[in-house]
């Protein structure tokens, strides 16, 4: 069973740049959640797609956009980028939507913006 | 607004410890509660889910109660070894269906 995947591993932007990262979720899973994880801090829900429709969003700008596929695979979109949103980007999957499913993590995104 | 504080920030213990990290939460009205490690610049390995209808759940040397009454869960983890230093997160996940975390604990096991 394959789990979680992200890409790229690390990323190197410049303030004003947009970017976009890559989640696939693990094998039977359709639903996808993004976290941002600053250093130090615990991470912040960005949004959760249940079935390619977001279902549920954090406290974050609408510069912050996501996509989910037919096969439930995910990408975080961030325009406009600022310093502010260098952190670890985690990309977490479960079986379903409901409460009660166990999120599963992936290796995460470093992005780092200059 | 619910918020998850985990105390202490920081532990530092000599190989061979029993050791309990603590994680307290203020909104009682959690689906689940999850405990994760993080080794440095790494993802999340979730250890241990507990549903709110439970008490307590072990994996090997890992024990997680929880007390939703009183907002508390612990990690009780036994004869602690050099290869559990990282950082220990606990989330809860509310009727929103996203994990709300808190800031951590940094075991250090020295040998």
């Known amino acids: 069973e394959t789990g979680v995947t992200q890409s790229p591993t690390h990323l190197i932007k410049t303030r004003g740049q947009q970017v976009t990262l890559r989640c696939s979720s693990q094998s039977g899973h359709n639903t996808v959640s993004w976290y941002q994880q600053a250093l130090g801090q615990g991470p912040q829900f960005i949004f959760q797609?249940?079935?390619?429709?977001?279902?549920g969003r954090g406290n974050f700008p609408p510069r912050f956009s996501g996509l989910q596929f037919p096969n439930y695979s995910s990408e975080l979109n961030v325009n406009a980028l600022e310093l502010d949103d260098s952190a670890l980007y985690l990309c977490?999957?479960?079986?379903?939507?409901?409460?009660?499913?166990?999120?599963?993590f992936g290796p995460g995104t470093r992005l780092t913006v200059l | 607004k619910q918020e998850v504080t985990q105390i202490p920030a920081a532990l530092s213990v000599p190989e061979g410890e029993n050791l309990v990290l603590n994680c307290s939460f203020t909104?009682?009205?959690?689906?689940?509660l999850q405990w994760f490690r993080q080794d440095p610049g790494k993802g999340l390995t979730s250890l241990l889910l507990i549903q709110s209808s439970q008490r307590e759940q072990t994996s090997g040397r890992l024990n997680a109660s929880l007390d939703k009454s009183s907002g508390r869960s612990t990690l009780y983890i036994a004869a602690s070894q050099p290869g559990d230093s990282a950082t220990y997160l606990c989330a809860v996940s509310g009727n929103t269906g996203k994990l709300i975390f808190g800031q951590g604990t940094t075991l250090q096991v020295k040998p």
């Open positions: 909104d009682s009205a959690i689906y689940n």
């Open positions: 797609y249940y079935r390619e429709e977001e279902n």
């Open positions: 977490a999957s479960s079986p379903t939507s409901t409460r009660n499913n166990e999120q599963f």
